[in-house]
């Protein structure tokens, strides 16, 4: 008997070949016959998972800068503002912190992975790394210069430790001579790593 | 871990593959239906405890996976038994689908 493996879906086109990943299919076809998951269900958290990327984070960054208002309602209550722009981020807390000229901040996760993945998307691996996890919270600016990043000595950096209930995005620095830009073009200069913290935002006009 | 020596951070990233979806799909699910079956803390445990030569060697969703099957196998949602039983199933099924 065929047992509904989500796994006929055209995604997948590489045959299994580790222990671990017959381990994955054993545990969830285990799962599934037993009725204590579905295959939809897996399908759809998957799909969902799928659906979410930094582009939602950098959406919210671009109406924060061009909003005040939005952007003082984000830092306060970062889940409530952001489902006013229609996105839901589910019960995970969701804190906001914001760069400015004094202070810069970085997320890291040391206990596990958290990650504001509601936002962007599944972590990065270096993220999840344990080079990134040791050293983020101990020598955040040496960390900083190994991304390109480099922290003025007069400007505070502040290190967020997430959890499995609290969740930190970076509010990136608007970057000059971007006045004229719209609110598309401004979210198109928002990249991951500037919301993590471990880059800042740039502009060339050319 | 934070606190700790370590080397330089390496910009490392991968397209994650259907099966590591599919775990943290699991996982997702696993910890938020009411009841849950098992909880993040639990998964945490699971990769905590395994001695630092396996936690290296192994990838970020082969710890997950291995953790949840001691989970779920310790919160009686799956035994021993079936799980070795299912296991050599779909090992010989995809063996057999190779040749």
């Known amino acids: 008997m065929k047992t509904s493996s989500t796994n006929e879906s055209d995604t997948n086109n590489t045959a299994p070949t580790t222990y671990y990943q017959f381990l994955e299919i054993s545990v969830r076809e285990l799962l599934i016959e037993k009725g204590v998951l579905s295959a939809e269900d897996i399908r759809n958290a998957v799909k969902e998972m799928d659906s979410r990327g930094p582009e939602l984070g950098a959406q919210v960054v671009a109406r924060a800068w061009v909003d005040p208002q939005f952007k003082q309602s984000l830092l306060q209550d970062a889940p409530s503002a952001v489902k006013t722009l229609g996105l839901d981020i589910g019960p ?4 906001v912190v914001e760069n400015t000229p004094e202070v810069h901040n970085l997320i890291v996760c040391t ?14 691996d270096w993220y999840k790394s344990r080079e990134y996890r040791s050293r983020a919270v101990r020598e955040p600016r040496s960390v900083l210069l190994e991304f390109g990043t480099d922290i003025s000595d007069e400007v505070e950096v502040r290190v967020h430790d997430s959890t499995a209930d609290l969740r930190y995005l970076v509010l990136p620095q608007r970057p000059a001579g971007t006045g004229h830009l719209t609110e598309d073009e401004l979210a198109a200069l928002v990249k991951r790593d500037s919301m993590i913290g471990v880059t800042e935002v740039c502009f060339s006009a050319i | 871990m934070g606190g700790l020596e370590a080397g330089h951070v390496k910009p490392t990233e991968h397209d994650y593959e259907f099966w590591e979806k599919n775990v943290d799909a699991m996982l997702v699910l696993l910890t ?68």
């Open chain 1, 92 to 95: 995970v807390q969701l804190l």
């Open chain 2, 32 to 99: 938020s239906k009411s009841p849950k079956l098992m909880s993040v803390d639990q998964l945490r445990k699971g990769i905590e405890s395994l001695p630092p030569d396996a936690y290296e060697k192994m990838s970020y969703y082969e710890r997950w996976i291995f953790s949840i099957t001691q989970a779920l196998q310790y919160n009686g949602v799956l035994t021993t038994e079936e799980l070795s039983r299912k296991l050599e199933e779909v090992q010989s099924r995809y063996e057999t689908e190779e040749v």
């Open chain 1, 111 to 124: 206990l596990c992975s958290c990650y504001p993945r509601s936002l962007l998307g599944l972590p990065p």
